[in-house]
């Protein structure tokens, strides 16, 4: 039996444009809201207390919104240290306001020779340090996490 080759030919144009849509690339991850971010830092072993949000630490209007104020302890670091996370909407909103954030920190970090800050696009976590390096990896790699950046 004999088919013919323009039916053939059709049913196969219609199974490789099917194999073309499997073979797309996943749209990219968005980043965890405040309550993911807390999440990933917690299966890290850091407990997350005192939360205030719109607390940016300075007066700059410009980051109230994106800023969460926290207090922050596990692996190395025994006790509660306070945190700014600034969350930013996107990259373009990071970008524009970064060097805010590290000026804004002036107003509360009180010996700029151990300020600490960790970057995973869109966002930004700061504070006084030195961080034992226990919790400043738990911290960047929940970060890093939550931002949706693969490993």
């Known amino acids: 039996m004999r088919i013919p080759a323009l039916p053939l030919l059709a049913v196969c144009a219609m199974a490789l444009a099917g194999c073309r849509g499997l073979a797309s690339t996943p749209p990219p991850p968005t980043p965890a809201d405040f309550a993911g971010v807390v ?3 917690g299966g890290r072993g850091i407990g997350v207390e ?6 940016s630490g300075c007066s ?3 980051l ?6 926290l207090q922050a302890r596990g692996l190395d670091q025994p006790t509660s240290i306070p945190l700014h996370l600034y969350m930013f909407r996107n990259t373009a909103s990071y970008q524009k306001l970064r060097a ?5 920190a002036r107003a509360y970090v009180t010996d700029a020779t151990t300020y600490e800050s960790l970057d995973a696009v ?4 700061v504070g006084q340090g030195p961080w034992p390096a ?8 929940a970060l890093t996490e939550a931002a949706g ?3």
Not at 50 to 55: A, K, L
Not at 100 to 104: F, G, H, K, S
């Open 39 to 41: 999440s990933y830092l």
């Open 50 to 55: 005192d939360v205030r949000t719109g607390d």
């Open 60 to 62: 700059d209007p410009d």
């Open 64 to 69: 109230t919104g994106p800023a969460v104020s």
């Open 100 to 104: 805010a954030v590290d000026a804004c």
């Open 122 to 125: 869109p966002f930004v976590l």
């Open 134 to 141: 226990s919790f400043k990896g738990a911290l960047q790699a």
């Open 149 to 151: 950046v693969p490993r």
